[in-house]
Structures are given as structure tokens and as C-alpha cells.
């Protein structure tokens, strides 16, 4: 059984990448996951004057820590005007200045929805070339696109076939990472 530390890289309360990323972990079976609310820390915005004068932020340190003691994790991506979001940029910046190979030797399902067609298909493409950079092996990566067409959030669940199939291998294959 590996551990799993699973997020959502927005500071939204009511963000859909949360609601997506709730439903994938509960799929992961034989896996101990735990779901981190980032918004019960705070960072700063990283600048070099701030990391001269005053260090790294505990909460970076901390989370860097929650990391550490992972074998993988699941990370949902926002997009804010078709990019990453300065919040999660924010804290990668922080996390890669503390150590730049931060994710060393973790597997990393890596996923983000939309309200549009593109399913935040920008923040996921950059994450995907991102974090390899910080050590990370992005083994599976899903896209959901139209969320509030393809995601019952009554019922919390993907209403399209087609997409959950998708999301299903995505799962699997991820999985089955792990156990190698």
C-alpha cells in the first residue's frame, strides 16, 4: 500500500478542480490517501527579498514535509485565463527554492477541470512539463472538460460515459504505477 497526498492547487472554497479531485481519490483503492486543504495554510507571495529577509514560510516547510513523507500524489490544476494559477505557481515556486527536486522520485496523477471545452487543458500542459523539472514523474494526467455539463455535483459524480471510461484507465493505469 503506497501513501498518497492529494490537493487542489486553487484557493477557491468552492473550487470544481476540489470537487474533481474528491471524486478521483475516492476511486483509488488499496491506497492510503490523504486530501490536503491548501487553504488551511498560508503563503506568502514568494519574492527574493522575502526569502533574504525572512526565510521560507513554516507553511512551506510544512507542506514540504507532507511531501516528503508520500510515495505519490494526486494534484488537480486550475486555470485562470488560460494559465496556472498565480496561487499554485506561487507555491511551487516556494516549494523548488527550499529544494529545487522537491518531488523527487514521486508519481503524480496530475488532472484539472473547466467550466470551458478545454477543461483547463493550458495549467495541465504546463504542470505536465513543470514539475518533471522538480523531480516528479507525471504517470497519468486527465482533463475534464465543460464541468458543469460533464459533473452531476448533486450526485458527485462524471456524467458523461465516455469521459468517465477515460477517467477509469486514467485511474487503473495510475494504479498499476504504483505497484511497480
Known amino acids: 500500500m503506497k501513501k498518497i497526498l492529494a ?33 488551511d495554510y498560508e503563503f506568502p507571495m514568494f519574492g527574493v527579498d522575502h526569502e533574504n529577509e525572512k526565510g521560507y514560510p513554516a507553511d512551506i516547510q510544512v507542506l514540504k514535509m507532507l511531501i516528503k513523507e508520500v510515495d505519490a500524489l494526486v494534484i488537480a490544476v486550475n486555470e485562470h485565463n488560460g494559465g496556472p494559477s498565480a496561487y499554485f505557481k506561487n507555491i511551487t515556486d516556494w516549494l523548488s527554492r527550499m529544494e529545487l527536486k522537491f518531488l523527487q522520485d514521486k508519481k503524480v496523477l496530475l488532472m484539472s477541470t473547466s467550466p470551458g471545452k478545454r477543461g483547463a487543458a493550458s495549467s495541465l500542459e504546463y504542470y505536465k512539463n513543470v514539475l518533471p523539472r522538480f523531480g516528479a514523474e507525471v504517470v497519468e494526467s486527465f482533463s475534464l472538460p465543460s464541468f458543469n455539463e460533464n459533473f452531476d455535483v448533486e450526485n458527485h459524480k462524471i456524467t458523461d460515459e465516455i469521459l468517465l471510461l477515460g477517467l477509469n484507465d486514467v485511474v487503473s493505469n495510475y494504479e498499476q504505477e504504483l505497484q511497480e
Not at 15 to 25: E, H, M, Q, R
Request: proline content about 0%; overall charge positive; hydrophobic content about 35%.
Open 7 to 39: 490537493f487542489a492547487g486553487s484557493n477557491s472554497k468552492n473550487s470544481i478542480n476540489k470537487k474533481l479531485l474528491n471524486y478521483v481519490v475516492g476511486r483509488i483503492e488499496n491506497h492510503e490517501v490523504k486530501v490536503l486543504e491548501l487553504n
